[in-house]
Nanobody
Framework: QVQLVESGGGLVQAGGSLRLSCAASGSTFRLNAMGWYRQAPGKQRELVAIIGDGGNTIYADSVKGRFTISRDNAKNTVYLQMNSLKPEDTAVYYC???????????WGQGTQVTVSS
């Protein structure tokens, strides 16, 4: 089992920035990719960005050019730098981790990001 704790959310005006962090603990020795997801009210959870253990990244079209995912393998931590935030980025943001292509983390409480117009 891998436990995840997200932090860094908050209230920000449109155009502002936030940096989210997610620390993984527990059975982390087999982890490869790490990812960020978000869920807005009344919507399904969606993938925001993924980073592989080699540093390769994939982003949702809606955040390309504005968000940057990074990781610190020594700390088992993944980050999401969010710039030029828009009201439609408002959501609860979650992270999760992969091993052999499958999600293996227990979903945490997430961190609320609210962007005011």
């Amino acid at each position: 089992q891998v436990q995840l704790v997200e932090s860094g959310g908050g209230l920000v005006q449109a155009g502002g920035s936030l940096r989210l962090s997610c620390a993984a603990s527990g059975s982390t020795f087999r982890l490869n990719a790490m990812g960020w997801y978000r869920q807005a009210p009344g919507k399904q959870r969606e993938l925001v960005a993924i980073i592989g253990d080699g540093g390769n990244t994939i982003y949702a079209d809606s955040v390309k050019g504005r968000f940057t995912i990074s990781r610190d393998n020594a700390k088992n931590t993944v980050y999401l730098q969010m710039n030029s935030l828009k009201p439609e980025d408002t959501a609860v943001y979650y992270c999760n981790v992969y091993s052999s292509g499958a999600i293996v983390g227990s979903w945490g409480q997430g961190t609320q990001v609210t962007v005011s117009s």
